[in-house]
């Protein structure tokens, strides 16, 4: 059976997977969302001796029912393999009574990288079903992990080009070189002299600029977006969380139906999102624990029923969750309020008016598979520190936030249930914060001097990823002002 995708702020827009792939946004703003959830046709017991790359398969066709079965798996296949430095792609390790699910072992060792590798395919593969002839040009603005997850998975795939824009003085000294020394001959990184906003602004004034969609049109280009809004993001993103069940199956970790609860460090919603899409067709999971830093809106919204962004924006060691506005919370707002596309647009209109919105009653009530918790900086340091003393795992600061909020968890709500923890970044991305945590003494070290230091201490091997960077050719030096961002384009495009 067909599945279509609709828009959370206009029901009557019916659009094909692939459709909504390529467009990544619909044009009414709102996100695209499956017409009905899908179900999965199988059991976990039928599924549990899967490798990655037949899971993901199995639960991708549910939700892009348009892709012939070759078109997926030949996706499938090039995004999962020897990219990952793990057979397991996304490898189930237990520390003391928690399973860590990493989700780090792609090229850039953020949990981005599971979905930033198919994407690329996934539209290429939509632009010749739909018969786009457009080479499909990919802008994006990043704090960081993003642009460098982007800009590896769309390297050299025919039919596209990449243009990323950072903050020059907004990412961390890893993040910057691994953006600068990426390799492909149709990749562009552009610092640009302002802060993420106004790179996020940019981008979005030349993706709603009609006079240069034209211009690129003309010479045979056109925008898409490579940001979690995309359908194409969030589909792949599923497929983890039933590996992760088949896997605890398999290795006898749990019995047969038996509920597990997940913990998933959240800033973009994405993730955890996934996760609720997972439970639906029919991963038996119980709670979905939504963990937040000092940037806690989310926290407070499963509190009170009120989503409110007017509040300090905080820096924290786990970046790529400070965050304010968690734009897939939208299809889940979209869920609850019983897929009314007026109302999704009503409450979405007036967070963008005056920041924020109060759901119903009736609304609130169905978020009783959720629970939310934060971990303040003293307690996400402490996380790392405690579990390194205790057992040796060395954990990154955005999977600390998670751990944190874990035991918070467990110890308010005497839930007995197994956990799921989602890890999502390898301690090498963040090395400095990592560290200190462990030894406060390595604070005031330099950041590639405690790279070798977390080896010995992790015994966890340097990834490749960190070893490229260290003695690789700076191929990037583009630089502009924030409000050239769109000749700078024109300029790399020659349009
Ligand atoms: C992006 C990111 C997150 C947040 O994930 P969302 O899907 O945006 O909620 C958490 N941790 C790391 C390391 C990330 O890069």
């Given at each position: 059976m067909d599945l279509y995708y609709k828009s959370t702020r206009n029901s009557n827009l019916k659009v094909t997977a692939s459709e909504a792939i390529l467009k990544g946004?619909?044009?009414?703003?709102g996100l695209f969302v499956p017409e009905k959830l899908p179900v999965l046709g199988k059991s976990m017991e039928e599924l549990k001796d899967l490798n990655y790359q037949d899971t993901a398969y199995e639960v991708m066709k549910c939700f892009l029912t348009d892709f012939t079965e070759e078109e997926l798996r030949n996706c499938i296949e090039k995004a999962y393999?020897?990219?990952?430095?793990?057979?397991?792609i996304a490898p189930l390790v237990k520390v003391e009574d928690t399973y860590y699910l990493e989700l780090?072992?792609?090229?850039?060792?953020?949990?981005k990288d599971m979905a930033l590798s198919i994407l690329p395919h996934l539209m290429t593969t939509s632009a010749k079903k739909n018969q786009v002839k457009n080479e499909i040009v990919i802008l994006t603005a990043t704090s960081g992990d993003t642009g460098k997850a982007a800009m590896a998975g769309f390297?050299?795939?025919?039919g596209t080009r990449i243009i990323v824009f950072y903050p020059k003085n907004g990412v961390s000294k890893v993040q910057e070189l691994q953006m600068r020394t990426q390799k492909g001959a149709n990749v562009d990184v552009v610092a640009i002299h302002g802060n993420f906003d106004n790179a996020q602004s940019g981008v979005k004034q030349m993706f709603e600029n009609q006079e240069l969609a034209k211009e690129l049109a003309d010479k045979g280009y056109q925008f898409s977006s490579a940001n979690s809004i995309n359908i194409g993001r969030l589909v792949p993103q599923v497929a983890y969380y039933v590996y992760a069940y088949t896997k605890l199956l398999a290795n006898g970790e749990i019995k047969d139906g038996e509920k597990i609860n997940v913990v998933v460090p959240t800033g973009n919603f994405g993730n955890i999102l996934a996760a609720y899409y997972a439970k639906n067709l029919g991963?038996?999971?119980a709670k979905l624990i939504c963990a937040s830093n000092d940037n806690k809106v989310l926290y407070d919204f499963f509190q009170t029923g009120t989503y409110d962004k007017n509040r300090e924006f905080v820096l924290t060691t786990s970046p790529s969750m400070d965050?304010?506005?968690?734009?897939?919370l939208e299809r889940l707002i979209y869920l609850i309020c019983g897929e009314d596309s007026e109302k999704t647009k009503e409450l979405m209109e007036e967070l963008k008016t005056t920041g924020k919105y109060t759901i119903t009653p009736e609304m609130k009530e169905k978020l009783a598979d959720f629970a939310a918790g934060y971990s303040t900086e003293e307690e996400t340091a402490e996380s790392i520190h405690d579990t390194y003393q205790k057992t040796g795992y060395v954990m990154d600061t955005h999977t600390a936030v998670a751990a944190h909020v874990c035991g918070q968890y467990r110890a308010k709500s005497g839930d007995q249930t197994k956990c799921v923890i989602?890890?999502?970044?390898?301690p090498y991305k963040f090395v400095k914060s990592v560290m200190s945590a462990i030894?406060?003494?390595?604070?005031?070290?330099d950041e590639f001097d405690l790279l070798p230091k977390l080896q010995e201490v992790s015994g966890?091997?340097?990834p490749q990823a960190i070893k490229d960077i260290?003695?690789?050719?700076?191929?990037h030096n583009l630089e502009c002002d924030a409000d050239k961002m769109k000749e700078t384009v024109k300029g790399i495009l020659n349009v």
């Open positions: 946004l619909a044009p009414d703003g393999d020897s990219k990952f430095d793990d057979e397991a780090f072992h792609g090229a850039t060792i953020a949990f390297a050299d795939v025919e991963v038996p999971i965050i304010l506005i968690s734009s897939n989602a890890s999502t970044a390898s030894d406060a003494e390595n604070a005031n070290a966890v091997p340097m260290l003695d690789a050719k700076i191929l």
